[in-house]
């Protein structure tokens, strides 16, 4: 049975609610006020992992918000956003950045928005972010879906399936990922010429 994807979006949400802290974190961000801006990657993928093993992982705290905003594009900028929220949350680990400057350092052409962004991600099961509405709900960005994310699939976006190959098989290499989650598949990427 193929589950379809609005339950796979109820289960992210149930999934993220159930865990206090990174419910705290989504708040934190929210009251940030910053346009186009969501938590996503690992913060996403390690809790869904977690739930499909028996024996979870510990989280490592890590946090990833990504923001759009093209007037305000500065990294020192996004340092004291970060500062701001350590100094609310201080046991996470915090990275802010504004994705109408990151196409820079990841080769890439400028991005439009976040959704943009998150598309370009390595892998599809960490291009996923979320982020909480104003009356509490969760907001799903999934540009790829949610299915590789919980059928415990890694594969490469088209971003990372020719030129960025080898960062695509370094990455899940690198950060142990089928040890930590050994029931995870790896999907090669497609070669094209």
Known sequence: MVEEPDTYE??????????ACRRFALEAVRDLRLPDCWI??????AAVWNCL??????????????????RRASPLRDQVLQK?????????DWSVKNQSYM????????YTSSFDSVRRWPETATAVAVRLKDNG???VLAPFGLRDL?????????SFENRKAHIFNQRYVD???????????????????
């Open 10 to 19: 109820s289960r992210l949400r149930a999934i993220i609610d159930a865990d």
């Open 40 to 45: 996503g990657a690992g913060f996403i993928r």
């Open 53 to 70: 093993l028996d024996s979870p992982v510990a989280w490592d705290g890590d946090v990833d918000v990504i923001w759009f905003d093209r």
């Open 84 to 92: 701001r929220l350590a100094k609310h949350l201080p046991r996470l």
């Open 103 to 110: 196409h820079e350092r990841n080769g890439d052409k400028p």
């Open 137 to 139: 709900r969760i907001e």
């Open 150 to 158: 919980f059928q415990g699939i890694i594969r490469p976006t088209p």
């Open 175 to 193: 950060k142990g990922w089928l040890e930590k989650w050994p029931y995870l598949r790896v999907a090669t990427p497609s070669r094209q010429s």
